[in-house]
Nanobody, 124 residues
Framework: QVQLVESGGGLVQAGGSLRLSCAAS????????MGWFRQFPGKEREFVAA????????YYADSVKGRFTISRDNAKNTVYLQMNSLKPEDTAVYYC?????????????????WGQGTQVTVSS
């Protein structure tokens, strides 16, 4: 069982930066692939970024590639999403997720555990 708690969301102006954190409980965090998703009002949750259990492999949605960076610190049981050059269209609720598997996971159905979400609002 893994419990996830996101933090770091807030209000930022376009062009600014935020770093989201996702703290995980459980001693096996390092064996989980992790991902970040976001959800716009009235829309399906969409993939943003993913990272392998080791942190070596990462993958991004085209819409955030070059602006967002996913990373993890297994010693701290935490995964991060550094978001730079933010745009108003990045405004959403951001969720972290964990999958008990190796590799990069981009489909939300394959994630077993989810955080409660954190709101990111980018003003123009």
């Amino acid at each position: 069982q893994v419990q996830l708690v996101e933090s770091g969301g807030g209000l930022v102006q376009a062009g600014g930066s935020l770093r989201l954190s996702c703290a995980a409980s459980g001693r096996t965090f390092s064996s989980y692939a992790m991902g970040w998703f976001r959800q716009f009002p009235g829309k399906e949750r969409e993939f943003v970024a993913a990272i392998t259990w080791s942190g070596i492999g990462t993958y991004y949605a085209d819409s955030v590639k070059g602006r967002f960076t996913i990373s993890r610190d297994n010693a701290k049981n935490t995964v991060y999403l550094q978001m730079n050059s933010l745009k108003p269209e990045d405004t959403a609720v951001y969720y972290c997720a964990a999958a008990n598997t190796i590799g990069i996971i981009t489909t939300k159905q394959r994630y077993s555990y989810w955080g409660q979400g954190t709101q990111v609002t980018v003003s123009s």
